[in-house]
């Protein structure tokens, strides 16, 4: 297997693993199965993975990386860059910081590489079921939830911080009062949502965009086989002996983008980690640029489709 690159992240040279797993399954895997298939991923070399409270595998991900330090898969805490997310009910007043401890407690870790605003919205109740009442969905008070994530970075229970399904006006909202600017920003990125505008914008900023769904959540409820199943890529990869996966994954690797893809299976999460050393001619980025864009995930399919949610999502 070729070397996973790096990326730098704003001002700092410690350097974040291009590629994560993602630990959001549908249906939910369970806590046994996230654990073995962490596991299994760092055997097969992943030393970054992306959690979030919401996603309710801190606490498997957390174990998992317990058992692989008793058992000398990896030398220290250090060696792997672990990111969860604040969920939408903790972004009130005196919430932010209290929150990251509940994930650090899940996690049984001291701290995490990069604490994420899950989504740019307010939930005054924690409500786990869908639709949310819409009285409790609320605009984020960017001062408040941002001022609560420098002060996590201050109390120094995560290295770093940033955002998650921002736009170009949420982020700009985010700069203008940041002490500690956003370091990533982590939206759904994939050859049908390349996310042109809002890279450009990012790449402008110095903020690092991380791609959730590259494969377009394939099998789960809110993602579909637009890529796995598409004609162009599939060709691509054909002609290059490589995987449709692997196509898609590469793509966003060029676009200098790092990604958090999610397999749970052993031969799919190595073939995965095989997208390092060969590269899309012109001819083939030329026809991936061409492909009709759609948004697969949706604030409307998490909350429910209110006034506020389905402005978020236009935005997006
Ligand atoms: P599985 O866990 O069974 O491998 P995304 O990364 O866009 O969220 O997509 C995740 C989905 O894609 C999961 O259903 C995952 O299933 C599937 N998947 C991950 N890697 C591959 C691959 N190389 N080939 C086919 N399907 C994949």
């Given at each position: 297997m070729a070397a996973i690159p790096s990326v730098k992240l704003a001002g700092e040279e410690t350097a974040m693993p291009v590629i994560g797993m993602g630990t959001a399954s549908f249906p939910a895997a369970g806590l046994e199965a996230t654990k073995a298939a962490v596991l299994e991923a760092?055997?097969?070399?992943?030393?970054?993975?992306?959690t979030a409270f919401a996603y309710g595998s801190?606490?498997?991900l957390g174990e998992a990386v317990a058992e692989a330090l008793r058992l000398g898969l990896v030398e220290s805490r250090s060696d792997l860059f672990i990111t969860?997310?604040?969920?939408?009910?903790?972004?009130?007043?005196?919430?932010?910081?209290?929150?990251?401890?509940?994930?650090?407690?899940n996690l049984k870790l001291e701290y995490v590489d990069m604490y994420l605003i899950h989504w740019p919205v307010r939930m005054t109740e924690m409500v786990?079921?869908?639709?949310?009442p819409e009285e409790l969905v609320q605009s984020l008070d960017m001062k408040v939830v941002w001022e609560g994530m420098e002060e996590c970075v201050n109390l120094g229970l995560t290295k770093r911080i940033g955002v998650s399904n921002f736009s170009c006006n949420f982020l700009d909202q985010i700069l203008s009062i940041a002490k500690i600017p956003p370091a990533v920003n982590q939206v759904e990125m994939n050859p049908f949502w390349q996310q042109?505008?809002?890279?450009?914008?990012?790449?402008?900023?110095?903020?690092?965009i991380t791609a959730y769904s590259p494969l377009g959540a394939n099998n789960t409820k809110?993602?579909?086989?637009?890529?796995?199943?598409?004609?162009?890529?599939a060709d691509i990869a054909k002609s290059m002996g490589k995987t449709t996966a692997q196509v898609a994954l590469r793509w966003v690797y060029?676009?200098?983008v790092s990604i958090a893809s999610k397999s749970f299976n052993k031969e799919r999460m190595r073939q995965n980690l095989e997208i390092f050393d060969w590269c899309l001619s012109?001819?083939?980025?030329d026809k991936i640029s061409q492909l009709p864009q759609t948004k697969g995930v949706t604030l409307a399919a998490v909350l429910g489709p209110h006034p506020l949610v389905l402005e978020i999502d236009a935005s997006l």
């Open positions: 760092i055997k097969a070399g992943y030393r970054h993975f992306d801190e606490k498997a969860t997310k604040l969920w939408a009910s903790f972004s009130g007043p005196g919430q932010v910081v209290p929150a990251c401890k509940m994930s650090l407690q786990w079921k869908t639709p949310v042109k505008k809002l890279r450009d914008f990012c790449k402008e900023k110095g903020i690092h809110w993602g579909d086989n637009r890529i796995l199943g598409n004609d162009v890529l060029e676009q200098g012109e001819e083939d980025l």
